[in-house]
């Protein structure tokens, strides 16, 4: 409208235009960088796949799949003399308003989606030290809880928990795990989830999903997923086994 109003060239709009849509691309890329850095900070210090990374990812893929949306249809103008397609421009308008009220309508009902990674976490440097023994004895210490007490069965436990039931600084429990143990928490903690759901398929008659909460799971594909990862079976495939 503007470009109508102050009679700007056609070739200075399309320049215009290609600036934006340049932007904008910049822009979701970057958006897109910085989630996957979200996802490897919550997979490196949290038990539990992320909801809140799943949601932004969604939302930056319904920004993308529009913009690229809106795009086609203006090179699909510009290919036909700037002709206007109502029905087009009707299906757009209608994507967007669908967008807008899953967006609010998330927001309200899960109000948890904003919770924030700690990223003071993250940022703690992985410095080791040169204190081998007393890494080795404390690594000892975790797998000796881990075994007797169980705290994988918490669906909800992060390194932070983790590190005030066994009593070691969480700085310090992160590099137990990520360099002497050499698994990232969230492997670290699965593998226990994993082991207890095997004895559990061979040794109870409870259902799949029954040992899926009961280890510590709240999603059946990530527990399909991590059982898989661990034994190349699926959970069902694997209880039929012979004993």
């Known amino acids: 409208m503007l470009f109508l109003i102050f009679n700007v060239s ?11 849509q340049a932007q904008f691309y910049t822009y979701i890329v970057l958006i897109f960088l910085e989630l996957f850095k979200y996802k490897g900070i919550h997979h490196k210090y ?3 796949h992320s909801k809140t990374y799943k949601w932004l990812m969604t939302i930056a893929i319904v920004f993308l799949i529009g913009n690229t949306t809106v795009l086609i249809r203006g090179i699909f103008e510009a290919a036909n003399d700037f002709q206007k397609f109502p029905m087009l421009n009707l299906a757009i308008a ?27 976490l993250a940022s703690a440097k992985q410095d080791s030290g040169n204190d081998t023994d007393a890494f080795q004895e404390e690594v000892e210490q975790l797998l000796g809880y881990m075994q007797a007490n169980k705290p994988y069965l918490d669906e909800t436990l992060t390194l ?16 137990l795990i990520n360099q002497n143990i050499g698994k990232h928490f969230f492997d670290f903690i699965n593998e226990y989830r994993i082991e207890e759901s095997k004895r559990l398929l061979k040794e109870s ?9 009961e280890v510590g799971f709240n999603s059946k594909s990530s527990f399909n997923t991590a059982f898989k990862k661990s034994t190349s079976l699926t959970p069902s495939a694997f209880r039929k086994l012979p004993a």
């Open 10 to 20: 056609q070739q200075i709009e399309i320049a215009y235009i290609i600036v934006i």
């Open 46 to 48: 949290y038990s539990l």
């Open 94 to 120: 209608l994507f967007a308003l669908a967008a807008a009220s899953w967006f609010v309508l998330n927001t309200m009902r899960n109000p948890e989606l904003f919770t924030r990674v700690n990223e003071s």
């Open 160 to 175: 932070h928990d983790l590190a005030l039931k066994t009593e070691i600084p969480t700085k310090r429990l992160s590099i």
């Open 205 to 213: 008659e409870l259902t799949i999903q029954q040992i899926m909460y």
